[in-house]
């Protein structure tokens, strides 16, 4: 089938599912399928459970005329999402980086939300399934397209770019982070300029972070750049405070004033600032910028600070890489408070380096007095150090429950794969 003809399937069926468990009658079913799942197989369910048509690129079985055979799904689908992409003349926005892209991408959205029927991705669907997936959930009334996208090697981002065809985009940040994938800095710097390689070519527009010396020098060539940052930018700020929560002076480019965040962290810094000059391009009221910022709460173990009777929690839980754990380390030594408690986990995708990684992380933590340092799993156990050390969250968590914890601070923070959220549930 032509993507032309599926295409306007799709437009009779605007609503594309990849899990039969999640299946409203009505969805296209495309059945993806990876190392360890195929869902070739669950096709004849997803008809049985409502779908309107099933893609598949392989079938046993007699003709089904609500069954669909391609040559590939995976292809098909980032196939119908250009095919979508191209019938709208909307800014697209790329968002990618090592840190902090998932949170830019939600501040932009409450900001540019106060004035536009804005789309983006959801929770974390940013790799080369959830993108096109994003894609094909804008609606006709779009204006503004915000596309989150993550990668963990080279060419990833190139060819999100084929079917996002982004016109604005904006990197965080390049840290150390998918080390084994991108083989090394230059690797992940090379790996995510693939986005400013696309905007380049294409008469695009950057955001970039000015302090950051390493993205002026990437972005070179690109025909429209906006600049944020503390100094000598189109929009500067600094911090005002951040013994709780982070608050924002803007110095420069708007009439914003001091924004008071729900953020935790002077990290949070220049998401907070790229999220003003996105807004600030894109003509939003200062006063409507200041309140979508100063109205956005963290979700999903991303920086939420909890209490628990006289006790405060930094659940950070999401992700975790060198440069992220140093920032929040160090955050959390500044922080008001006395008896501080650290729970991290083990740091994953850093290849060759993580021993080294894991065994700076330790040093670091040495030079900050803390009531209690409990580490969990990943390389921990492979370096010296003096702390509480256990193999998984469950034990760690097991461990916290058997403690009487009163009046204290604690940092829990670790990869994904480790689930230190665990600790308080």
């Not at 097991?398 to 665990?422: P, T, V």
């Amino acid at each position: 089938m032509r993507i032309e003809d599926l295409y306007q399937l799709y437009l009779e069926h605007p609503a594309v599912q990849i899990d039969t468990r999640k299946l409203i009658a009505g969805d296209l079913f495309f059945a993806l399928k990876g190392p360890h799942f195929n869902g070739n197989g669950f096709a004849l369910q997803a008809l049985d459970n409502g779908a309107a048509y099933a893609i598949v690129d392989e079938f046993e079985g007699p003709p089904h005329d609500r069954i669909i055979k391609v040559p590939d799904v995976l292809l098909t689908l980032q196939e119908l999402a250009l095919h979508h992409r191209l019938q709208f003349n909307i800014p697209v926005i790329a968002i990618t980086g090592s840190n902090g892209k998932t949170t830019t991408k939600e501040l932009a959205h409450e900001v540019l939300s106060r004035q536009f029927k804005t789309y983006t991705t959801q929770g974390n669907l940013n790799n080369h399934i959830g993108v096109p997936l994003t894609l094909l959930k804008i609606k006709p009334d779009a204006q503004v397209a915000l596309i989150e996208m993550g990668a963990n090697h080279q060419l990833e981002i190139r060819g999100y770019c084929r079917y996002a065809l982004p016109t604005h985009g904006l990197i965080t940040n390049c840290g150390k982070a998918h080390l084994e994938g991108f083989g090394g800095v230059e690797g992940i710097r090379k790996g995510k300029g693939e986005l400013f390689d696309h905007l380049r070519e294409n008469n695009g527009t950057a955001f970039i972070m000015g302090d950051y010396t390493y993205l002026k020098e990437m972005s070179a060539g690109i025909p429209h750049i906006i600049t944020y940052g503390t100094k000598d930018a189109d929009y500067t700020g600094k911090v005002k405070d951040s013994k709780l929560f982070l608050e924002v002076d803007m110095l420069t480019g708007t009439n914003i004033g001091t924004i008071k965040t729900n953020l935790v962290g002077e990290y949070n810094l220049p998401n907070v600032l790229s999220a003003v000059a996105l807004g600030k391009y894109f003509q939003v009221p200062d006063e409507l910028i200041k309140a979508a910022i100063e109205g956005f709460s963290p979700t999903n173990s991303r920086s939420q600070l909890i209490t628990r009777g006289s006790n405060q929690f930094i659940l950070d839980a999401y992700n975790a890489n060198p440069t992220s754990m140093k920032a929040a380390i160090e955050n959390f030594s500044r922080m008001e408070g006395k008896d501080k408690i650290l729970m991290l986990g083990g740091m994953m995708e850093l290849g060759t380096e993580s021993i080294s990684e894991h065994q700076a992380l330790v040093d670091l933590i040495k030079t900050h007095p803390w009531k209690q340092v409990v580490l969990v799993g990943g390389d921990f156990s492979q370096v010296d150090h003096p702390y509480i050390y256990f193999r998984n969250s469950d034990d760690a968590s097991a461990w916290f429950r058997q403690q009487q914890f009163g009046n204290s601070h604690f940092l829990i923070k670790g990869s994904r794969s480790m689930q230190m959220e665990k600790v308080l549930e």
